[in-house]
């Protein structure tokens, strides 16, 4: 039923003219909002084999988005959209319905950024696209021993000593950075490698304690300092948008709900 065109990402101004784009070009028939609940459920549409289905194939796509979905949906083509922060909007609507994405990705938001790499970390706070704090440094730690016998036993104890001082002084930074911020702060977002990350949340009590606002996606940073904080707002405000060709039974003419 879906035919995938394109797979990318749309930075902040991209995805507004998208948006205006789908107005403009009123090809758009229908449109779907999921929030993260009704992402998994789609408690919110009508019964129907073929938005299950199509919803289905999207998932396949993109797995269990945690921000939600939104999708645009003709009788020829459909957009999807899986916006860079959690949607509240929930609902079908007759027409192209873009306000409240394009209100969600203008909002003026409040989100902390941890950027660690091992040696590096810088930690930020973004008021929408503004930077409004910001620390970083950098913690030398040695590369992997490839020798064996003792040397190597000693190397690695010597190694593990620097990566936890190196999370100790970015878990401080980033207590103190946030702390003005944290009453009010929306969502944090972390960059760097996987495995890294997860041993530093590990070991970070304070980030510890803002599981609920940490968002799944990990921002891509190869060197972590004042120059990847100051562009970083471009990589938070990222969309994914799928473009899909349809085929098949059509998606329309469905009982509305929402709007």
Known sequence: MLRLREDGWAGKRRLLRLLADVE??????QTV?????????????????TYESMLEEIRRKVGEPETGLVLFVGEQQATAVVPPVPLVEDGLFEGAETAPLAKLVGADLVIGVVLLRLGRYAVGVLRGNELVASKTGSRYVKNRHRAGGTSQHRFARSRERLVRELFDKACEVTRDVFSPYQTGMNHVFLGGEQHTLRAFVQRCRHLQALEEKTLRRRLQVDRPGQVALERIAFEVWKSRVLTFDVGGEPLLNLPLRGG
């Open 33 to 49: 909002y999921l929030n993260p609940i009704s992402s998994v459920s789609a408690p919110s549409l009508p019964s129907s084999g």
């Open 24 to 29: 403009a070009e009123e090809w758009c028939r």
